[in-house]
């Protein structure tokens, strides 16, 4: 299995500021002084292999839309908020219009989790299939009511592609898209779902806006459950710690020590610290990163944890 991350933003997609990218400029700049740059191949190397990761990159950008590629004929979703946009171009322009089919897992129903689909090209190309997976009675509705006016001009009756919506029941599993699927319902505002898929002896668990507590250990006994020697977890990092436990308790969305210590418990293999806080920056995300791989090192009781932080067009092979 490989995974994909084309959007990977908590509550609304964030653009990079010019500010934001001055910033980078200058400190590549004054790191690059006196190395003698002088071709587009070392000056790539330098990038590639000097450079902090937030001078280099960018966390992104479009809101959570993570693809899990299986060498099956068809292609398999989480979410679909604005990075949706981008898988269906780049699906369009390298695969052409129709004959796809889609099976996309939705976490729930909050306006950053569905915002891509009106923009999601292949749903309006005749030849083309999309099932729409979610445990919320609301699922086709909340679709429908987000293509009609006055919100978006194109009625989802106009979409050309066949979609179908279907209800799953949490806590049961399924086989579909060539994988073993099963829901988990979480702490969140009017509820979210994750899901953990399995294939060839693999397992992701794409668990993002819920709330984990720590101090609920029924709740910190069923995650553990969940995520259980996981190779990759997708994990709502929200907050720091610091915000967790403050102001921003009951919000619906957890931290990245909360998410070290799950997998810890569970003895997965690879943390991927997910949908990021829109307010964070470049600096202030990978800040977040390295405090997570300090705590990972020093709570460590068993095999170390691979952590990772999310950006758009990261791939993870399994
Ligand atoms: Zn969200
Ligand atoms: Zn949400």
């Known amino acids: 299995m490989r995974v994909r991350f084309w959007g990977t933003r908590g509550s609304i997609p964030v653009a990079m500021t010019s500010a934001e990218v001055q910033r980078k400029l200058v400190t590549a700049l004054v790191a690059a002084a006196g190395r003698g740059l002088d071709t587009a191949g070392k ?13 280099s990159h960018t966390f992104g950008g479009n809101s959570s839309c993570v693809q899990l590629e299986t060498d099956g004929p068809d292609y398999v979703l989480c979410d679909l908020g604005s990075g949706a946009r981008a898988f269906g171009t780049s699906l369009l322009a390298t695969r052409g219009p129709s004959g796809h089919r889609f099976h996309i897992f939705m976490s729930h129903l909050h306006w950053d989790h569905i915002m891509g689909f ?22 086709e509705t909340a679709f429908r009511r987000q293509n009609a006016a006055p919100f978006f001009p194109v009625d989802f009756a106009r979409m050309g592609a066949t979609i179908e919506f279907v209800r799953l029941e949490p806590d049961r599993r399924y086989e579909i898209a060539g994988l073993g699927v099963r829901a988990i319902r979480q702490h969140h505002g009017g509820d979210s779902y994750g899901y953990r898929f399995e294939r060839d002896g693999k397992a992701v668990v794409y668990s993002t806006d819920s709330e984990h507590r720590l101090e609920d250990p ?3 006994e069923s995650a553990a459950t969940f995520f259980a020697d996981a190779d990759l977890v997708i994990f709502d990092a929200m907050y720091s710690l610091a915000e967790a436990v403050s102001v921003k308790e009951d919000w619906g969305h957890s931290s990245n020590v909360v998410g ?13 610290l997910f949908h990021h806080e829109p307010a964070n920056n470049d600096v202030r995300i990978e ?32």
Not at 261 to 271: D, G, I, P, V, W
């Open 218 to 220: 029924e709740a910190v």
């Open 260 to 272: 070290v210590e799950l997998c810890q418990l569970a003895n997965a293999k690879r943390l991927v």
């Open 287 to 318: 800040e977040i990163w390295r405090e997570t791989l300090r705590y990972e090192e020093i709570s460590r009781t068993g095999d170390p944890l691979d952590i990772s932080v999310a950006y758009d067009g990261l791939e993870i092979e399994l």
């Open 43 to 55: 000056a790539r190397a330098f990038v590639e292999n000097e450079l902090e990761f937030s001078v």
């Open 118 to 139: 009106p923009f999601f090209m292949p749903a309006y190309l005749p030849g083309n299939h999309v099932r729409i997976y979610g445990c919320h009675a609301e699922l």
